[in-house]
């Protein structure tokens, strides 16, 4: 880890939850970030796009003001994502926002938005490149069907992109002031693949350690040892991850709402506002963080469907957020039971009970017989009712706790405010 230094991710294991920006032209096609691949778009065809960008809706202070308000402490917007379209003011193309109808530098706008809504900063920079005339033909660019290597990589040379990347790079960590995440996407070694090789990914990370010391880089540059995160994509973890000693590592789960990253208009398969939740709580229960995906349109706002989630969210996080924030996987010999997950804060030593479904009218904490000396409803702070087989009093009328085990009394209908998740706060002994 040390070869290549190490970022501070003190932070970043407090705050928990981020937004994650995908938008760029892509937003125009609205079927995903990906659709140059997918439906092999060359260059030429995809100028249009470019020609007509246009976000004439495009304010950042609203994406800014219901990222806060959903409980999101930082956010990682796609300053170049695979297209190679540049949202900022980059001297070195003129492939960038500037040069569109949008005429200027959207980066900028979206980080003095953000920074003062008081979240940190972070950059996701794409390693892939499908318009730059320095990057050369592999198995995924989208003119993989239509030439060859011989014709498509004639005067090209990666070595040059490569420089590209560190000079663009030196910008973002340069006149934006403090960033803290670096976001790079992604390696894919292997035949007619690219790596750290291609990247020069050892000068990436030194670079970036140099302009921004105390900054997070993310683990995608194929150089095992650079990282300061694990990113899984899309699934989250069964259980907290570790690294091949078997030491916990920092992880940010990245999730999208619908499954594409850059807007989709036609996609039907949005998780419910419930399923977010639970989302954010299994990712915080097994250790990690959520970095919660947007797709803004093209016309620069957040359609209502992203809205809704977000607002669900900031319903449930306004009075819940204590069981997410400083929290992480409880110890082991916390185990919870179905339907739940734990939290956990070492510092306040409290112990928080989530329930997917909410039981009738009381549940059973095994082995926690002595553990606890008080709990509560954490929405509202009241106080719920515990009991051990010993300390019974009806024993025939109510279900008897098992030996050993804390049982709580539960109320039958919750306050609104525990929202989709209720949430129960254990003070331990
Ligand atoms: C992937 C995709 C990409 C997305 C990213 C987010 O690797 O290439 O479209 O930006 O994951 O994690």
Not at 387 to 402: C, E, Q, Y
Not at 410 to 420: D, H, R, T, Y
């Amino acid at each position: 880890m040390c070869k290549y230094g190490k970022g501070d991710t003190t932070w970043f294991t407090h705050d928990r939850f981020g937004m994650f920006i995908h938008w760029g032209l892509y937003s125009m096609l609205a079927r995903g970030e990906w659709i140059r691949h997918h439906e092999q778009i060359s260059n030429e065809e995809y100028q249009k796009y470019f020609d007509l960008f246009n976000p004439d809706m495009f304010n950042p202070r609203e994406w800014a003001k219901a990222a806060r308000e959903a409980g999101m402490k930082y956010f990682v917007i796609t300053s170049k994502h695979h297209e190679g379209f540049c949202l900022w003011d980059t001297k070195y193309t003129d492939y960038k926002a500037t040069n569109t109808p949008a005429k200027r530098d959207l980066i900028r706008e979206v980080v003095d938005a953000f920074r003062a809504e008081g979240l940190r900063i972070g950059f996701y920079y794409s390693l892939l490149d499908w318009h730059h005339p320095q990057f050369t033909l592999d198995r995924i660019h989208p003119m993989r069907d239509r030439t060859t290597p011989e014709e498509f990589n004639k005067g090209r040379s990666m070595k040059r992109y490569a420089k590209y990347m560190r000079d663009q790079v030196t910008e973002l960590l340069t006149n934006y002031g403090k960033i803290d995440i670096m976001w790079f996407d992604f390696s894919y070694p292997g035949p007619n693949g690219k790596g750290r090789d291609d990247w020069e990914s050892e000068k990436l990370v030194k670079l970036v350690r140099k302009l921004q010391p105390d900054i997070i880089i993310d683990n995608r540059l194929d150089l095992p040892g650079s990282g300061d995160i694990v990113t899984p994509e899309q699934y989250t973890p069964d259980k907290g991850m570790v690294d091949e000693n078997g030491n916990p590592v920092v992880w940010e789960g990245c999730q999208t709402f619908s499954g594409s990253w850059g807007y989709h208009r036609d996609q039907t398969s949005w998780k419910s506002p419930k399923m977010c939740i639970e989302l954010l709580i299994n990712h915080v229960s097994r250790g990690g963080n959520l970095l919660m995906n947007v797709g803004p349109t093209s016309r620069g706002y957040l359609d209502q469907r992203a809205m809704d989630r977000l607002q669900a969210f900031a319903n449930w996080m306004k009075y819940n957020s204590r069981s997410i924030y400083g929290c992480g996987q409880a110890p082991a010999e916390f185990v919870a039971p179905a339907d739940c997950r734990y939290t956990y804060n070492p510092e306040t030593k409290r112990l928080y009970l989530h329930f997917f479904t909410w039981p009738f009218k009381h549940v059973h904490l095994a082995d926690m017989a002595d553990k606890v000396q008080y709990a509560q409803l954490l929405c509202d702070g009241s106080e719920i009712k515990i009991r051990t087989r010993s300390s019974a009093i009806h024993t025939g009328l109510n279900s008897v706790s098992p030996e050993n085990a804390l049982t709580l009394d539960l109320p039958i209908l919750l306050p609104q405010s525990a929202g989709e998740v209720p949430v129960i706060e254990l003070v331990l002994k």
